[in-house]
């Protein structure tokens, strides 16, 4: 059976918070990474809030150097993911 939007959504998700953690040089946790990297759809986790809440707190050159990286693929679509997020759930 096909996945889901929803479970694709996920995966996408942990793959994005894993790709802001690589790069703020910190551990990626072990639930993040199996959610990120095992084709098994069985194991999804939710990392909406954490990815979100991290990229609430970057200062501006933080912003720009993870988020706006116009040399990195995955820089493009966090780009995309934060725009999405945005519109489905108003910032404070």
């Not at 040089?25 to 991290?54: G, H, M, R, W």
């Not at 609430?56 to 999405?84: D, G, H, Y």
């Amino acid at each position: 059976m096909n996945p889901s939007n929803k479970e694709v959504q996920l995966r996408k998700t942990c793959q994005l918070y894993a790709y802001v953690l690589t790069c703020l040089d910190k551990e990626v946790p072990p639930e993040v990474q199996e959610c990120a990297q095992t084709n098994d759809f069985d194991y999804l986790i939710d990392c909406v809030s954490e990815l979100s809440q991290t990229l609430k707190s970057f200062e501006s050159e933080t912003f720009e150097r993870i988020v706006n990286n116009k040399e990195s693929p995955e820089a493009r679509e966090l780009s995309q993911w934060w725009e999405m997020y945005q519109i489905y759930i108003p910032l404070d």
